[in-house]
């Protein structure tokens, strides 16, 4: 049974980061598996994350994405794209982390912990964004993008360095955001007399 807790929770916390970002959270993967940081090793068929080519690909499109995603209107169409992008890519980085399990059991991992989890903070990610355009006319949306950049490298570094965290982290990221959400329902909210 603890051989399932740590790659669980290291699927759940990349795939939440995915979420908000689809490629960062698998470059840090790739990086920590070429470079055996945080003694990430994939296996069998996850091997090929750790390649030179797939680093590449994964720097390039990490880079792409987060300057891409400051750029107004082109943000909402990488949110379109995102509802299938983010699942997938959550998909495999939780499926990765159960690479040292048979294939089955990583694919059932990766659809059953990765894609909902990047969904549900896509779908979080997706509101912000729409909030955020109602309220500033789309101006806010790089700062917006900017704090989603740093949340999502600081959960998957927390995911990779100590799994055991994810929970926590995740249930005082719940915690911020509800605070949050509060504070703007009550600054738009009627004032009564």
Partial sequence: MESWILPALLGLGLAASTG???FLPLLMLAAAARYNIFGVDLAGPFEWLGSWAALSALAVAAVAEIAADKIPIVDHALSAVGFVARPAAGALAAAAAFSTHDATTAAIAGLIVGAPTALAFHSAQTGTRVASTAATGGLGNPAVSLAEDVMAFLMALVALALPILVPVVLLLGAYVVWRL???????FAPRRA
Avoid at 181 to 187: G, H, T
Wanted: without cysteine.
């Fill in 20 to 22: 908000l970002k689809t």
């Fill in 181 to 187: 959400v509060r504070r703007v329902r009550r600054s």
